[in-house]
Every structure is written in C-alpha cells, then in structure tokens.
C-alpha cells in the first residue's frame, strides 16, 4: 500500500477515511479523487495529519483519461473507491445522476484499473487491490423477525440508490471474477460522525434541534437501521485492506438496531445536558412526523460475523458514546455548519424535500 487512491476523499466517510489512513500508514501517499458536489468540501480535509502525503485532485471518476493519468503519474497500487452519489432522498426526485455516478463511474475506475495493472502488468500483481465501498441498502427491507443480513442474503435492492450501488457490487466482483482483478467489497451500515452532510438524519436532528427548528420524522419513526461510527467503519475498511482475502465481501455493522423515534430521543436528551438553558429544552417538543419517503425501507440489520472472526474487527463506539462525540463535534464546528448553510442549493434542497411534505396520515 504505497500509493493510495482514494475517490470521494473529500465527503463524509472519504474525508474521514483519508485522515485515518494517513495516521495508521506511515508510509503511504493518498491521492484523493473528488469532484467536489454538494457533498463534498475542502473543509472536510482540514487538519490532516501529514499534509505532505496528500494530494487533492478535483475531478470525475467517469473522466477515463484523467484516472488513467492519475493511475500512471502517480503508480496507484491501491483503489478504495467512496465516490458516490449517496443520498436515498436525492435518488428518488433525481435518478439519473446516481446512475451516471455509481454505475458508470465505478465502471470507468475498474476499467481502467484492468488496462494499467492487468494489460500493462505496471505493477506486480499481488502488490494492487481495488477495494470497494458498499452498503447494506443492496440487501432490501427486512421484517422484524428476519435474521440480520450476511454476506450471502440475495440482493434486493429497493431505491434507486440501493439499485445503483447493487449495480456497482456487482460490476466489481465481475472484474474479479471474469479478469481476475484483486478486489474487495465491503457493505456497511449506516454511518454517522463528523463532517457529515446534515441532509442525513443525524446531524439534520442535531442541527434542526440546536436551531429550534422541527424534527421532520418520517412516517411513524419505528424504522430501524443498524448504526456505525464512522471512525469504527474506517478502521474496518483498514483491516480489509491489510488482511482481507481477494475476492471476498465483508459486512460491517455496529450491531445495534434503534428505531428513528429512539435515535431522534437520544440526541434530544444529549442536547437537553449540553444545552440545559436552551429555550429549546425539552428538544423531543420539536418532533414531527412527516409524510414518509416513498418504497422506504422498514429494517436493516447486518450479521459481522465474518469480519469479527476472520479480521478481529468489532466496533469500538456503542450508539450512545458515538452520539455523544457526534453532537459535541457540531457543536464545536459552527464554522463549518454555517459554510453548508450558505452553499447554494442547500435551503433549495431543504424546501424541495421538506416543503410538501404534510403531516403524516
Ligand atoms: P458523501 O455523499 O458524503 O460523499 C461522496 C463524495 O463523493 C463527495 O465528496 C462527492 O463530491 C464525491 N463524488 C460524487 N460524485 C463524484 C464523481 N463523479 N467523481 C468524483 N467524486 C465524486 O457520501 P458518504 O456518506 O461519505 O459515502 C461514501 C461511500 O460510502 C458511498 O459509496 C456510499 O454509498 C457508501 N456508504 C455510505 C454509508 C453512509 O451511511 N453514509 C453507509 C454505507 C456505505
Ligand atoms: P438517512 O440518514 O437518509 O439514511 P438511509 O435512508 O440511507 O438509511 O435516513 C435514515 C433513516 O431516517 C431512514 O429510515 C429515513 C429516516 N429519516 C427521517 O425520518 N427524517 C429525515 O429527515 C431523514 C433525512 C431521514
């Protein structure tokens, strides 16, 4: 692991993932791909531990001649691809991109991973690995008495989001299979942390409370995900990287399975202690169901069995103490907030998500 690319190293996961890197590989030099959307920011690379090792490159990864240039300039011996379109919301008012982005850009990244290290044989083989980020949205709905999903649950993926990172999985593990290209895929839970984007529910919560504006739930809040902190998912991504077997998919969870309602309660109880004279207090007078999200996903639950016995990995945070780290960084980063505040198309989105939305029936 000499020269790392990382693609959508500037958004939330990326961006905590490069920092991580650069503190656990002493030697290793990140080249971080990002086109820099709504989702991503400079910002987010603030306070990298060792600048030297970092290169930022805005750019697409559907650009082939600039990934290959990137591939050759720099002699990538390592892919761990982020870039995404990534927002289920988004995906439903607006597909196209999502498909442009995960399908088609993923494609153009294995492409030409297969063209400089399969055909020109740049570096030797067993040194290059393409490792994939996925999710555990590809799997579907479960009902509550089904098992967690494992590694081997069939794909059944529900939003278009779901649908282009399923078609990205799949595009992955074709190039393993049929060129023999080292590859890796992870599916993870939901994340949460610093630097994420508030379009997601935790910091949109975290954010709406500490402002006094509504909590906007979505149907009656007893949907459940199973939640990680981003810091525990890039140690997970690590461990893959050092020690995952070629051509295997890991799952990775935080092994806890909250409904909206409890999460949304919890952060609300947090602002009440940190806040305690906020006119705000209580925050749980803010909650407000809304009309729910069209095809939405009842239950995810992921079984980490695998990566705990074959790579030692389990998380480190439970949702409590990761929920707490989480509300103290926004609160310590009005900066930051207030830059996404003032992006254009963030109050555009907000109006266009929240706006028609009634109250829930
Ligand atoms: P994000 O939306 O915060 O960041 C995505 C980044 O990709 C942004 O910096 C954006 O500028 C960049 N990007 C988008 N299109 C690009 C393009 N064409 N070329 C180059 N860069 C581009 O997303 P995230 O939450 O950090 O998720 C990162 C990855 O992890 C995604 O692949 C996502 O599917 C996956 N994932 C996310 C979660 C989660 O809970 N957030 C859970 C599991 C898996
Ligand atoms: P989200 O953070 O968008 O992640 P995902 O849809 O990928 O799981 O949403 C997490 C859950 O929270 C999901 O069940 C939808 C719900 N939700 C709300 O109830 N209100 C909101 O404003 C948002 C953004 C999400």
Redesign the pocket.
């Known amino acids: 692991m000499k020269n790392v690319l990382v693609t959508g190293g500037a958004g939330f996961i990326g961006s905590n993932f490069v920092r991580y890197l650069l503190k656990a590989e002493a030697l290793a030099r990140v080249i971080n791909l990002d086109v820099l959307t709504y989702a991503g920011s400079l910002e987010n690379l603030n306070e990298l531990p060792d600048v030297s090792r970092h290169t930022f490159v805005q750019g697409d990864i559907g650009d082939r001649a600039l990934v290959e240039e990137l591939f050759r300039r720099y002699e990538i011996d390592t892919v761990v691809h982020f870039a995404a379109e990534s927002?289920?919301?988004r995906s439903i008012l607006g597909p196209q991109l999502f498909v442009q982005t995960n399908v088609m850009g993923t494609f153009t990244l294995l492409d030409v991973a297969r063209q400089v290290w399969l055909n020109e044989k740049s570096i030797p083989l067993e040194e290059v690995l393409f490792h994939h980020i996925s999710?555990d949205?590809v799997f579907g709905s479960l009902a509550s008495c089904d098992p967690a999903f494992s590694e081997s649950t069939p794909y059944a993926p529900n939003s278009p989001?779901a649908a282009s990172k399923a078609a990205s999985d799949h595009l992955v593990r074709a190039y393993g299979h049929t060129y023999h290209l080292p590859v890796t895929i992870t599916n993870c839970s939901?994340n949460y942390g610093p630097y994420q984007f508030p379009?997601?529910?935790?910091p949109?919560?975290i954010l709406n409370g500490i402002d006094g504006k509504p909590l906007?739930?979505?149907?009656d809040?007893l949907?459940i995900?199973d939640w990680l902190f981003v810091e525990d998912h890039c140690e997970a991504i690590h461990r893959v990287l050092r020690k995952g077997q070629t051509g295997e998919t890991y799952n990775i969870g935080g092994n806890n399975q909250p409904t909206?309602l409890e999460i949304i309660n919890t952060i609300c109880e947090i602002l009440d202690e940190k806040l305690p004279s906020s006119p705000q207090v209580p925050h749980k007078k803010l909650i407000n169901h809304?009309t729910d999200?069209p095809g939405?996903?009842r239950r995810?639950a992921m079984d980490i069995h695998k990566i705990q016995n074959e790579l030692g990995w389990q998380p480190s945070q439970d949702l409590e103490s990761g929920l707490r780290l989480t509300v103290d960084w926004y609160l310590a980063h009005p900066e930051w907030v207030e830059a996404i505040r003032k992006q254009q198309g963030y109050q555009t989105w907000l109006a266009q998500n929240?706006q028609k939305r009634g109250a829930a029936g």
């Open positions: 927002h289920v919301d999710t949205e989001y939901n379009e997601k529910l935790i949109l919560m906007p739930v979505y149907g809040g949907q995900r909206n809304v999200r939405h996903d995810y929240y």
